[in-house]
Nanobody
Framework: QVQLVESGGGLVQAGGSLRLSCAAS????????MGWFRQAPGKERELVAA????????YYADSVKGRFTISRDNAKNTVYLRMNSLNPEDTAVYYC??????????????WGQGTQVTVSS
């Protein structure tokens, strides 16, 4: 089992950048596929980005391609989401998630508590 704690959210102006971090505790972090999801008010939770256990494969939602970058540091048990060129549509609670099964898409087994990202226009 793994516990996940997100940080780095906040308020930023449109066009700005943020970097989210997700610190994992527990064994075998390097064996987990990691993902970042987001959920805006009144909308379903969506997968934004994901990265395979060694970082060799990544996935990005069309809405964030070219603006967001997911990365991981297995030595630090941490996964990151660098978000550039933010716009108000990126406003949401961002969740870190982990899974043991192969593949980058759903379902994920473990979730963090979320961190709020608000982009002002």
């Amino acid at each position: 089992q793994v516990q996940l704690v997100e940080s780095g959210g906040g308020l930023v102006q449109a066009g700005g950048s943020l970097r989210l971090s997700c610190a994992a505790s527990g064994r075998s972090f390097s064996s987990y596929t990691m993902g970042w999801f987001r959920q805006a008010p009144g909308k379903e939770r969506e997968l934004v980005a994901a990265i395979s256990w060694r970082g060799g494969s990544t996935y990005y939602a069309d809405s964030v391609k070219g603006r967001f970058t997911i990365s991981r540091d297995n030595a630090k048990n941490t996964v990151y989401l660098r978000m550039n060129s933010l716009n108000p549509e990126d406003t949401a609670v961002y969740y870190c998630a982990a899974k043991r099964a192969a593949g980058l898409l759903r379902p994920y087994d473990y979730w963090g508590q979320g961190t709020q990202v608000t982009v002002s226009s």
